[in-house]
């Protein structure tokens, strides 16, 4: 194979691995692109030896000879991901966003919201968002903020749903005459027993003596409820003592709860749980298909057994295996977790980027479209998947890459006092990869970091787009021709700059003064430290919230 089409291979796989190139996975590339196997060991020290060669070049001088040679890789040809046809569609496809307001949204919950949003697009359907204020649970509240978060996070993504946006808080008295003509079929009755009694006579396959009192006598029961206190009384459905799933034996439909309601305060004390409601409102709201994870399959049976009592006609119901993001460094995402740190002001905020909120998201600097892609690549799969993180980052960095402007940045600067050092008043270098503008940077006195001092002292090496020195104690000018030497970034007229990191640190330093012109909101890139979006300045520094590699 051609010397220069390996350079080419070797060029690629250094720039995806921050400019260290593995002769290993090069290998693997150039059989994909036609290496015959009988040839490998052959070409294995010559791959070695480029390898040496790309290795001691900055990221800046790959990226430019890969510009010259990147014709020569042979690009996989990548199909689009589709998703796969929903049965059953007709004219009325409508489907719901059914967001229950304990928190933000996070990039785990939301993905089943645009799953339902991108087959609404695809069938040109109706989307309606439905607040499933439910009390919910001590372990699991509701919070007031959660119900302007999870609007504007759609607003955000674009999904577009009917208005008015419905609240199962304002449809109490709705679930109240359902569960009134459950009761009167014999289908459900009022349960006085404790949790405990109630799990054993559960496990023992027993049925509650509660379950026997008369529809009239219930109705009565029904109606007490309404009067005592919290862990009195549960209206249960009937199902089957014997079902072979102990979870859906006398399943609970409605119980009481005295904690106020952030919507409609103390109003209502006798509540519906999730999938009653849902049984109700999917029915009277005219969904036609149902997308939700997989891990409220028994939630499903329950819609299930209910419509059959009722005689409804069941929509569709699709399930989605569980997603779970790998390589996020010491976040766990949770809106649970997240609700308590933000209480106890670990966080400081929904957009706090350890949530991985939708907004935090944002204001990182990855964009709309790019999580969207995300999902879609994700796709519709009943299977359990691990996903990297790393995904959702090499899609936005596609799309942010080239118009990103580069600018240096510096932790721990240390000031070097470099002898001979050449009258050069300032430099002009390419602002991004797209455009052929220049910045302009002055050049007076020079700080590097103190990791980059301590790693190469006493060698030979370039300040990038500058000249070179002898770092040593007594920093020594060389000359400014040789570049194919250890670049290293540097920075002279600056501004204070603090970059907070995805687990919640600041990593502060110096960037060169040109960030002064950015504008909040604006995603650069901080040349081989990584993308970064401008969100403010405060008490003298420029802050950035760091996006990704």
């Known amino acids: 194979m051609d010397k220069q089409k390996i350079k080419a291979y070797v060029l690629e796989n250094s720039i995806s691995h921050d400019g260290k190139a593995n002769p290993n996975a090069v290998i693997g590339h150039l059989i994909k692109a036609g290496l015959n196997k009988k040839d490998i060991q052959k070409t294995f020290p010559i791959i070695n030896e480029i390898v040496q060669e790309i290795n001691k070049l900055s990221l800046e001088d790959q990226q430019k000879e890969f510009n010259s040679l990147n014709k020569l890789v042979k690009k996989p040809e990548k199909k689009e991901r589709t998703l796969p046809e929903l049965e059953n569609v007709t004219k009325d496809f409508t489907v719901r966003l059914a967001p229950y307001p304990s928190g933000d949204l996070h990039i785990g919950n ?20 439905i607040m499933d204020d439910t009390i919910g649970s001590d372990e699991k509240q509701l919070i007031k903020e959660a119900y302007d978060l999870i609007p504007e996070t759609f607003k955000l993504l674009g999904v577009k749903y009917s208005k008015p946006v419905i609240y199962k808080s304002s449809r109490l008295k709705i679930y109240y005459k359902y569960a009134e003509e459950l009761i009167k079929l014999g289908q459900a009755y009022v349960c006085h027993c404790t949790q405990e009694e109630f799990h054993k006579l559960k496990v023992e396959m027993k049925e509650c003596s509660c379950r026997q ?9 029904w109606k007490q409820m309404f009067k005592q206190k919290q862990g009195q009384a549960v209206l249960r459905l009937k199902t089957d003592m014997q079902h072979r799933n102990p979870a859906f034996r006398d399943r609970v439909l409605f119980r009481i709860s005295e904690r106020p309601h952030p919507k409609v305060g103390k109003k209502f004390k006798v509540w519906p749980l999730l999938d009653f409601s849902w049984a109700i409102d999917d029915h009277l709201l005219k969904i036609t298909h149902i997308i939700r994870g997989k ?5 499903s049976e329950m819609e299930k057994f209910i419509w059959d009592i009722f005689k409804w006609p069941h929509p569709e119901i699709i399930h989605s295996g569980m997603m779970r993001l790998e390589g996020i460094e010491g976040a766990k995402i949770s809106k649970s ?33 790019s999580i969207k892609d995300f ?46 050092q050449p009258q050069i008043k300032n430099i002009k270098i390419k602002l991004n990869h797209s455009k052929p503008k220049q910045r302009n940077i002055s ?16 060698k030979e090496i370039r300040l990038i787009n500058l000249f070179n020195i ?19 970034q540097w920075v002279s007229k600056s501004v204070k700059t603090k970059i907070l990191m995805e687990n919640g640190n600041w990593i502060e330093g110096l960037a060169d003064d040109g960030i002064k012109n950015l504008k909040p909101g604006q995603v650069i890139q901080f040349e081989r430290f990584g993308f970064c979006r401008f969100d403010q300045t405060n008490k003298g520094y420029f802050e950035f919230w760091f996006s990704h590699k």
């Open 110 to 129: 939301a993905r089943t919201y645009l799953l339902n949003a991108m087959y609404a697009e695809k069938y040109k359907g109706k989307i309606k968002l």
């Open 470 to 488: 002898n770092l040593s104690e007594n920093p020594q000018f060389t000359d400014t021709e040789n570049k194919n030497i250890q670049k290293i």
């Open 295 to 299: 891990d409220l399959m028994m939630e």
């Open 375 to 420: 999902v879609k690549e994700v796709g519709l799969t009943q299977n359990d998947t691990i996903i990297p993180i790393e995904n959702l980052y090499a899609i936005n960095r596609k799309k942010i890459d080239n118009d990103a402007d580069r600018y240096f940045f510096i932790t721990d600067p240390i000031q070097l006092n470099i002898e001979n």
């Open 443 to 458: 050049v007076d006195k020079i700080f590097i970091s103190r990791n980059d001092y301590t790693q190469f002292k006493d």
């Open 337 to 369: 977790k997240s609700q308590a740190d933000v209480k106890s002001g670990k966080f400081t905020g929904w957009d706090d980027p350890r949530t991985f909120s939708i907004h935090s998201l944002i204001r990182r600097g990855i964009l709309p479209e």
């Open 213 to 221: 009192f008369p529809p009239k006598e219930q109705i009565k029961r």
